[in-house]
């Protein structure tokens, strides 16, 4: 473990991957801080500027922009009241009204540190977790695989916001999507319409940037822009020993509950940093302050939803399967690299695994290095009107596709997609689902295929192999838990 | 009032997309692919199989919003100006880049795009397009070294 640890840190340590880490954090907290974009588009836009890079130091870079990104949402839910992703949502709540009360500064402060503890313990989880997971998982056999992504794709698309039937069909959608291009068994082609360009499948950036970005401009364009920016000066930074004892105890919590929730797949931040200020209200002795600036309701949900990302790394990096869509982007970003994320990459490629580790930490500590002495340049840039920022968000979109095969169809395609995701989201469907089944398409299909096979046609061992069978219970507990309101709901009425 | 057309339906439009998506995967794997056997399935079954479910859950949908309550909440407006600018200038690029080069798909993209937006001022997109064209000059073609051409004719591909 130790010596692991060391050789993640010699490698993170190393100058080019510093540089590169930190050119990640302050470009995330750059994008994230600027309004109207998630994490996700800052990932997926910033995506081809990591491609000639050496495989760790993208990775780092890219792990660098999420952090960033993660932290630049949180400014803005406390400064703006608006969240940067769902998973800032929450804290608006009280963090605006602390800003609103003049204490922006405590706020910022705390959600700062309270992320980066719990990025110290989702640190240390992964690495202590991580090995014996993925060496538990060399054991799986294709039935249990299949078992365990059918389970991550049911709960992504019951878990998430809106109607569970829509994130269902989200999901076939986006595995029907995955699909596309050639078949690796036999050679067919798959839905390409005899195009060319796309016997290689459609491109991952060009799924991931139409369905996020795009869409989410033409759907942030429609309202009106919320420029309530609070435009005070931040008279004190740092909070008081009265404001730190409060939220040492939620911090505390939030991280335990977001650490559960990022290893479950399909849960991720969004989810956790509710539950954690859902938490914090039930345990606090006077809950009426919440919504009115407690400091709880921003230091459980900030530590939860780090504590959740970061975790969210385990069955990513060890299974191979990503939770959230933000992890589909760090496994899209593997993948192009060539190495296929999975239980293997801890044992053969032990300098990524462990430098990514290694990396994550250093990326905590830099955002609050970096962060909390730049609160005023990123304050000055909540300023920037959304008209100048998306027609230069659509820049990035274009150059970053066109980039990825030099090949003006991945523009076409990713505007195409643009209008599709435009037109789901008006109609109240998530894309994550889509984004999961996508990337998880192939290989679900693979490991189906290879599963009837060594069966001989026969079903039955999805259900007859324990670990299998554990996943298909869970799968089957998931899809209860969506059906069963409505049946009580029916019996009663 | 409080009734919404079956056409601003939210449930029943997505409903709709979805069975038009499955039955699409269904037609065209049909025609196209060998669908194998339980123990060695073609590359049609699979597909045959997602479209299958996708159609279930449309029909499922469209159902449900034939047959419920009309809530006003599942009316949906659309408008179309900003996401068919954004579309269009994406479109426009990709179009325009490999014949004239960088800086002109860049220009028209800007201005297309800002149609899209709340306002658009003419000197405040010509500023705005003349600051991230020299941005995107420098970072992607200069410093990534990304094989853009830069402008229209032979003679000053960088």
């Keep these: 473990m130790v010596e692991n640890l060391a050789l993640g840190f010699a490698v993170a340590f190393s100058l080019q991957n510093l540089a590169y880490c930190f050119a990640g954090v302050a470009l995330g907290t750059l994008i994230g801080v600027l309004p109207g974009i998630s994490p996700v588009v800052a990932i997926g836009m910033l995506f081809p500027l990591t491609f000639t890079l050496p495989p760790v130091a993208s990775l780092i870079m890219l792990a660098g922009i999420y952090y960033g990104a993660q932290y630049g949402g949180s400014t803005t839910a406390i400064l703006v009241n608006l969240p940067g992703e769902t998973a800032s949502a929450v804290t608006c709540i009280d963090g605006y009204q602390m800003a609103r009360q003049g204490r922006a500064g405590p706020a910022l402060a705390v959600a700062a540190l309270s992320s980066f503890f719990a990025g110290c313990v989702g640190t240390l989880l992964i690495a202590f977790v991580g090995p014996p997971l993925g060496e538990w998982a060399l054991q799986f056999g294709p039935w249990e695989y299949c078992a365990l992504m059918l389970m991550g794709l049911v709960a992504s698309a019951v878990l998430a916001h809106g109607d569970a039937v829509k994130g269902l069909a989200m999901v076939a959608l986006g595995l029907l999507l995955g699909i596309v291009g050639t078949d690796v068994n036999s050679g067919w082609l798959r839905y390409t319409f005899d195009l060319p360009e796309l016997s290689d499948g459609i491109g991952f950036t060009v799924i991931a940037v139409g369905l996020f970005a795009v869409a989410e401009m033409a759907i942030n364009l429609e309202s009106r822009e919320p420029r309530e920016v609070f435009t005070g000066r931040i008279p004190r930074l740092m909070p008081s020993r009265h404001d730190l004892g409060d939220s040492t105890w939620p911090t505390v919590r939030g991280t335990a509950l977001g650490s559960l929730f990022g290893v479950l797949p399909g849960t991720g931040p969004a989810l956790s940093s509710f539950a954690a200020y859902m938490l914090e209200k039930k345990l606090a002795r006077d809950p009426e302050r919440f919504g009115r600036g407690a400091i709880e309701g921003v230091a459980a949900p900030e530590a939860a939803n780090n504590a959740a990302a970061q975790t969210g790394f385990i069955p990513t990096l060890t299974l191979g399967i990503p939770g959230s869509a933000v992890m589909v982007l760090m496994v899209g970003a593997m993948t192009m690299h060539g190495l296929a994320p999975g239980p293997q990459v801890i044992a053969e490629k032990p300098e990524l695994f462990w430098g990514i580790v290694a990396s994550m930490w250093i990326g905590n500590l830099m955002l609050v290095v970096l962060n909390l002495p730049l609160v005023g340049l990123w304050v000055r840039l909540l300023r920037v009107p959304y008209r100048w920022l998306f027609p230069s968000i659509v820049m990035f979109c274009c150059i970053g596709n066109y980039s990825v095969n030099n090949n003006p169809v991945d523009v076409y395609l990713c505007a195409a997609l643009g209008a599709l995701g435009y037109v789901l989201a008006k109609l109240e469907c998530e894309p994550a689902p889509l984004l999961l089944g996508y990337v998880l398409g192939p290989l679900f299909e693979e490991h189906l295929r290879r599963a009837m096979l060594l069966a001989r046609g026969d079903p039955s061992p999805f259900f007859t192999r324990p670990i299998s069978l554990a996943f298909m219970l869970g799968t089957a507990l998931v899809l209860f838990a969506m059906v069963w309101p409505v049946l009580r709901q029916r019996t009663s009425a | ?158």
Excluded: H
Aim: aromatic share 14%; with cysteine; hydrophobic share 60%.
């Design chain 2, 1 to 158: 009032m409080g009734t919404v057309p079956i056409f601003r339906n939210k449930d029943f439009l997505a409903g709709l997309i979805f069975l038009a998506f499955g039955w699409a995967a269904i037609a065209i794997a049909d025609r196209d692919l060998p669908m194998g056997t339980m123990m060695r399935m073609g590359p049609g079954n699979f597909p045959v199989l997602l479209g299958a479910i996708l159609g279930f859950f449309g029909i499922y949908l469209a159902a449900r919003a034939l047959g419920g309550p009309r809530k006003p909440r599942q009316r949906v407006v659309w408008e179309w100006r900003p996401g068919s600018c954004i579309v269009t200038s994406m479109l426009i690029f990709g179009f325009v880049l490999p014949r004239l080069g960088l800086v002109a798909a860049l220009v028209a993209m800007f201005f297309v795009a800002a149609l899209g937006g709340r306002e658009f001022r003419f000197r405040e997109v010509l500023a705005l397009t003349a600051v991230m064209t020299t941005f995107a000059v420098g970072v992607f073609v200069l410093l990534l070294k990304l094989p853009f051409q830069v402008f229209p004719g032979r003679y000053l591909v960088w």
